[in-house]
C-alpha cells in the first residue's frame, strides 16, 4: 500500500529515443532557434558535440557552445553560463552530457529568465518564469536528469549539494541517442548505471511510491539487472545501452513523482565534501541503506531480488528480501566498485558534518525507515 492515497503525476516531457536521434535535434528546436548548447570538455574531446552542432549546423541554426562545467557544479558555472546565453543572444538550451551539463543548462535558463543569482532559487516553488526551449541529450545511463524537476547545485556555505526544485525546469524535449553513450568507460559506466539503479530501488521502496511509480522503477530495475553488466562490457553493446538509457530514463520519471531516501541524502554531502563522483557515492552506499531499510519492505525487497534475478522461489520472504542487498553488493564488485567510502577518499573524521548535513536533506522524510542523526552516524560508520 503506498503511504499516499492521492497524489500527482506529472511528465511533460516529450521524449525520442533511438539509434541516430541526435539528427532531430535541430527539428525539435523551434524555427530560429539560437540554442546555447552546454557540455563539458571530455564531450568535446569525444567527439560528441560535434555529432550535435552538425545538426544545428545542417539546419542552419547558430548557436554558441558552453563548457565551463565540472562535475560537481557550482554557482559560478552557472553564472558563466547564462552570461554566455546573453552574449550569444540565445533563446533556446540544449544540455549534453551527464547529470552536471543538464543540470547546468537547467540552471542557466532560470537565471535567464528570471535573473539574478542561482543561490536565490535554491530550494522548492522560487522558480516563477518558464524556462526558455531545453532540450536535453544524456550520454551517460544514469541520472534521469532528462526528465526530472531538479537541478543540483552544490554550494560551499552549506557544504551539501542543493536542489532547485520545480516543475519549470522539466525539460521539454529528452534525446536518447545510444550512438552517444556505447562507448562509456567502465567507470562511469558503471557508476553512473548504479545512480540509475539507485534512483530506481529508492523511489520504488521509499514512502511517496504510488502504483504508477511502482511499475515503472521495478521494470527499470529489472532493465538494469538485466543490461548494465552487458553495457560496460566492451565499447560495441548498442542494445545493452539502448536499455540502460531507457531505464535511466524510466527511473527518473519514477523518482521525479517520489523523490529518492537516505542514499541520496547521504551522497550529496558526500560529493560535496570530498569530491566523490555522485554515481559512485550512490554505488557505494546503496547496499548499506538497502540493509538499514530492509525490515520495512520486506516485501519490496524480495521483488527487487527477482528483478535482478535472484532465484526467490521456496524462500522466506525476509530471506528473499536479503537476496536484494546482495545482488547489489555484488553488482558492485562486478563493475569494480569499492563496497566502502574509505576507498573514495571519505575519511572517517568528517562523519559527523556529513551526517548533521544528510538529516536537512528532504529525502530523509521520505524514506521507509525513520532516521535519527544517531541513526546517521551509524550509517556513515558502517559505508566506511
Not at 539509434?19 to 546555447?36: E, F, H, K, N
Not at 516563477?128 to 537541478?151: K, Q
Not at 554505488?283 to 516485501?299: F, K, W
Not at 527477482?306 to 553488493?329: F, H, M, P, Q, W
Request: net charge negative.
Amino acid at each position: 500500500m503506498p503511504f499516499q492515497s492521492t497524489f500527482d503525476f506529472r511528465m511533460p516531457t516529450h521524449i525520442v529515443h533511438g539509434v541516430g536521434s541526435i539528427t532531430r535535434l535541430a527539428q525539435l528546436l523551434a524555427d530560429g532557434a539560437r540554442p546555447l548548447v552546454v557540455a563539458d570538455p571530455g564531450l568535446v574531446e569525444a567527439g560528441i558535440v560535434a555529432r550535435a552542432t552538425d545538426v544545428l549546423d545542417n539546419a542552419g541554426l547558430k548557436w554558441t557552445l558552453f563548457t565551463d562545467v565540472v562535475g560537481n557544479p557550482v554557482a559560478k558555472n552557472v553564472s558563466a553560463g547564462a552570461r554566455a546565453y546573453a552574449k550569444g543572444k540565445c533563446n533556446a538550451l540544449v544540455g549534453l552530457g551527464g547529470g552536471s551539463p543538464m543540470d547546468v543548462a537547467k540552471m542557466i535558463g532560470v537565471v535567464a529568465t528570471g535573473g539574478g543569482r542561482i543561490e536565490q532559487y535554491l530550494g522548492a516553488g522560487k522558480v516563477t518564469v518558464d524556462l526558455p526551449p531545453l532540450v536535453c541529450v544524456p550520454t551517460t545511463y544514469g541520472t534521469g536528469s532528462e526528465v526530472t524537476p531538479f537541478a543540483v547545485l552544490t554550494n560551499p556555505k552549506t557544504q551539501n549539494k542543493d536542489p532547485v526544485i520545480s516543475h519549470r525546469i522539466t525539460p521539454g524535449v529528452a534525446i536518447l541517442d545510444p550512438d552517444l553513450s556505447v562507448a562509456l568507460p567502465i567507470a562511469l559506466g558503471g557508476t553512473t548505471g548504479m545512480d540509475a539503479l539507485t534512483h530506481a530501488i529508492e523511489s520504488y521502496t521509499n514512502l511517496l511510491s504510488t502504483p504508477l511509480t511502482e511499475g515503472i522503477a521495478l521494470s527499470a530495475i529489472e532493465m538494469i539487472g538485466d543490461n548494465l553488466r552487458i553495457a560496460c562490457a566492451n565499447d560495441h553493446e548498442i542494445e545493452a545501452t539502448q536499455q540502460m538509457l531507457i531505464a535511466s530514463c524510466m527511473a527518473g520519471v519514477a523518482f521525479a513523482q517520489t523523490r529518492l531516501g537516505n542514499v541520496h541524502a547521504m551522497s550529496h554531502p558526500v560529493g560535496a565534501q570530498f569530491g566523490v563522483h555522485h554515481g559512485l557515492a550512490n554505488a557505494v552506499l546503496l547496499p548499506h541503506v538497502m540493509d538499514y531499510n530492509l525490515q520495512t519492505r520486506l516485501g519490496k525487497f524480495a521483488q527487487i531480488a527477482s528483478a535482478l534475478g535472484e532465484e526467490t522461489e521456496g524462500l522466506s520472504e525476509y530471506d528473499a528480501a536479503c537476496l536484494a542487498v546482495e545482488a547489489v553488493r555484488q553488482m558492485n564488485d562486478d563493475l569494480g566498485i569499492p563496497d566502502g567510502l574509505k576507498a573514495t577518499g571519505v575519511k572517517a573524521s568528517g562523519i559527523n558534518q556529513l551526517a548533521k548535513t544528510a538529516m536537512q536533506s528532504g529525502n530523509v522524510a521520505v524514506n521507509p525507515r525513520k532516521t535519527t542523526l544517531a541513526d546517521m552516524q551509524a550509517l556513515f560508520r558502517t559505508a566506511m
